[in-house]
């Protein structure tokens, strides 16, 4: 398999034109899920006729990976060739009317990824931690887990984690940077402090973050990451690009305009975006 990083390593810098982009910005949303990881709803179609009407142009589908661990909450291996046809079937469709990107979201767990996916025929891979040591922190059924728990170390595991992914050389965008936040089980530590080795790996791996509007819909309330870590990976140079983390149609487009104001004003004027895993850039 092509290493990211080398595929990259030429390209991952071209840019939209300007007189290329619509006014005020190329709206870019790549984090966008359908029913067959069996906890979304909706067609491939409703989630583009919703992101058409929200007046967004690349548009990605990034269905969580199948991987022989947790079935319950994403595809099987039998489904891949499926989805990657359907999501092909609506970029023909759909051509004229909006830019259409295929992905997947992968559950870092080492031991569990498979190559199918990771060397998979597809515009972008987004790395994610959904499990510390097989907990699945994210979801309500394990909540309880948190009672008692030491907050500090969870979180501390949890970045040491998203470095490991970083480190891995694997995907092209980080998946919701602090989603440990989601059940706002906050640490004593100042969270710059306990991310920065993370931050620091992804600015050395050239990966991209999204700013996640998924958190808004969570009781964390805002979204992944907070200002103070985006204000981080600004400082390092790291590019950003957008994901409504779309299970529904109805929740495409959600606070688009909220997370595009936040990447504003910390200083973003790009959103990244990628083609054949290959990087590019669109004006904010």
């Not at 080398?6 to 939209?16: F, I, R, V, W, Y």
């Not at 990976?65 to 079935?71: G, R, T």
């Not at 998924?214 to 957008?242: D, Q």
Request: proline share 4%; hydrophobic share 40%.
């Amino acid at each position: 398999m092509t290493d990211r990083k080398e595929k990259n390593s030429t390209l991952n810098t071209q840019h939209s034109t300007l007189d290329d982009a619509p006014k005020g910005g190329v709206i870019v949303d790549l984090h966008n899920h359908t029913r067959l990881c069996n906890h979304a709803e909706g067609s491939v179609d409703e989630y583009i006729e919703k992101a058409i009407a929200e007046g967004i142009d690349i548009f990605g589908f990034s269905d969580h990976a199948p991987m022989s661990f947790d079935p319950r909450y994403r595809m099987g291996f039998d489904q891949m060739r499926a989805y990657e046809e359907e999501i092909r079937r609506a970029r023909d469709t759909y051509a004229d009317r909006i830019d259409i990107r295929l992905g997947y979201e992968v559950d870092w767990l080492p031991g569990y990824m498979d190559e199918r996916v990771l060397g998979a025929d597809v515009d972008y891979l987004i790395g994610s931690v959904h499990f510390i040591d097989k907990w699945g922190f994210d979801n309500p059924e394990f909540i309880g887990r948190y009672e008692g728990a030491d907050i500090d170390t969870i979180w501390r595991e949890y970045f040491d984690l998203v470095r490991a992914m970083a480190e891995s050389g694997l995907f092209d965008i980080v998946g919701h940077l602090d989603l440990i936040k989601v059940f706002r089980y906050l640490p004593k530590t100042d969270v710059r402090v306990l991310a920065k080795e993370a931050l620091d790996a992804i600015r050395k791996a050239d990966m991209v973050i999204e700013i996640n509007a998924a958190g808004y819909r969570k009781p964390i309330g805002e979204p992944y990451p907070s200002r103070e870590l985006l204000e981080m990976a600004f400082e390092r140079g790291i590019p950003v690009t957008f994901g409504s983390d779309a299970h529904k149609p109805e929740q495409v487009g959600y606070k688009k305009e909220a997370i595009r104001q936040l990447a504003k004003s910390v200083g973003y004027t790009e959103a990244a975006h990628f083609k054949d895993r290959v990087r590019r850039f669109a004006p904010i």
